[in-house]
């Protein structure tokens, strides 16, 4: 379509009517990026803790936070356990690679890092270990990827 105030103003307004189904594919691109060759990640539903690849890099300077697809995937879990808990969904100058990424620069040394959702404690080799700390709003994010792959997670 071509470029108007109109097809601009009815693009968004589709995006916000769908803005769940586009949340629950946030959900479901974290779930099929983890990688199976950890025992805690399991093949068929989140569990109390993840472990992601590539999040941060580590050189003689410390830690800094790999931007990209993890931190994509970091931001969308948040939103989705702010929006089962209730809570608002933070823009993009206060999420959790923003918050993240300020500890890490601020706090060289202390590789843990906490927010009300998150543990997330990570390593020199670039992996990080998240601990969810709501487990009833993983079990819902577990209904979604039920959803998704019926076979694999009964609902």
């Given at each position: 379509?071509?470029?108007?105030?109109?097809?601009?103003?009815?693009?968004?307004?589709?995006?916000?009517?769908n803005k769940d189904e586009v949340f629950e594919r946030g959900v479901i691109n974290v779930f099929r990026g983890l990688?199976?060759?950890?025992?805690?990640?399991?093949?068929?539903?989140?569990g109390s803790k993840i472990i992601v690849n590539n999040l941060v890099r580590w050189d003689r300077w410390g830690f800094h936070l790999i931007?990209?697809?993890?931190?994509?995937?970091?931001?969308?879990?948040?939103r989705m356990l702010h929006?089962?808990?209730g809570k608002p969904i933070p823009d993009n100058r206060e999420n959790i690679t923003?918050?993240?990424?300020?500890?890490?620069?601020?706090?060289?040394?202390k590789e843990?890092?906490?927010?009300?959702?998150?543990?997330?404690?990570?390593?020199?080799?670039?992996?990080?270990?998240?601990t969810f700390k709501r487990l009833e709003l993983i079990d819902r994010i577990n209904d979604i990827i039920a959803r998704y792959f019926p076979s694999v997670l009964s609902a």
């Open positions: 379509p071509e470029i108007s105030e109109a097809n601009i103003l009815i693009t968004f307004e589709q995006l916000h009517q990688s199976w060759n950890y025992k805690t990640n399991c093949p068929c539903k989140f931007t990209g697809q993890q931190t994509d995937r970091l931001v969308d879990l948040e929006l089962f808990s923003i918050r993240l990424d300020g500890h890490i620069q601020s706090v060289q040394g843990r890092y906490e927010d009300e959702m998150f543990i997330i404690k990570y390593f020199k080799k670039g992996s990080a270990h998240i």
